[in-house]
């Protein structure tokens, strides 16, 4: 089975810290994805990575920046934490065009 | 541009009564389509995809959906529902098959009732 985990399930920062959020997936998957979920808003995409060192801005990337250096892990860094980023955030893995697969979420309370 | 949109966010039901949560979609590339969903404090699970072929689809835990290509929706169906499948449901479809690209709808919470 596909394994992709996440390094906190719940993180409390405060606001202007630098807050790094990890992934890793063991399948060797080539895509990897940073979300964040919010009520009534579902799932928006925030960047991802088709590959080490390369990565794309999604519809939401202001306020973030990501980092993949390895091909199993790619991390969210949100360079100054503010309250309206405290969210759900989600990252995912993917064979090139096939499903995703998730991993189990973190919730971020930036206080 | 592709977009989902589900119909319903909230879905009330009598547990063993049916239900379908509906989904469209618009799309310009190959159509691509997902649902996935969330238990409390989880992650996304894939519940069924359809990528080709037979246009009757079906997943995990009883669930099924049709392709409907001329109403562009795929909606998602289960005949008799369980409390445990109390959940949020989202429907996807790709971007992008290079890159694997999705967009998600917003999500649409069944509460089973007993």
């Known amino acids: 089975d596909v394994k992709v985990t996440q390094s906190s399930r719940y993180l409390v920062k405060r606001t202007g810290e630098k807050v790094f959020l990890e992934c890793v997936q063991d399948?060797?998957?080539?895509?990897m994805f940073w979300y964040r979920q919010d009520p009534g808003l579902g799932l928006r995409l925030i960047y991802f990575?088709?590959?080490?060192?390369?990565?794309e801005k999604g519809d939401i990337p202001e306020g973030y920046s990501v980092s993949r250096e390895k091909k199993e892990r790619f991390s969210l860094i949100l360079e100054s934490a503010s309250t309206n980023q405290t969210s759900m955030y989600l990252c995912a893995s993917s064979l090139q065009g096939w499903e995703q697969y998730f991993g189990p979420g973190t919730r971020l309370t930036v206080t | 541009a592709q977009s989902v949109t589900q119909l319903d966010s909230q879905v009330p039901v009598f547990e063993e009564a049916p239900v379908e949560l509906r989904c469209n979609y618009s799309?310009?590339?190959?159509?691509?389509l997902f649902w996935y969903v969330q238990y409390p404090n989880q992650g996304l699970q894939l519940l069924l995809k359809?990528?080709?072929?037979?246009?009757l689809v079906k997943g995990i835990n009883g669930f099924e959906a049709e392709f409907n290509k001329s109403q562009t929706s795929f909606h998602l169906r289960k005949p008799s529902v369980h409390i445990s499948d109390t959940a949020e449901y989202f429907c996807?479809?790709?971007?992008?098959?290079?890159?694997?690209?999705?967009?998600f709808g917003q999500g649409t919470t069944l509460q089973v009732k007993p």
């Open positions: 799309s310009s590339v190959s159509v691509y």
């Open positions: 399948m060797d998957h080539e895509n």
């Open positions: 990575s088709y590959d080490v060192k390369m990565k």
């Open positions: 996807a479809v790709i971007v992008s098959s290079n890159t694997g690209k999705l967009i």
């Open positions: 359809y990528l080709s072929g037979s246009t």
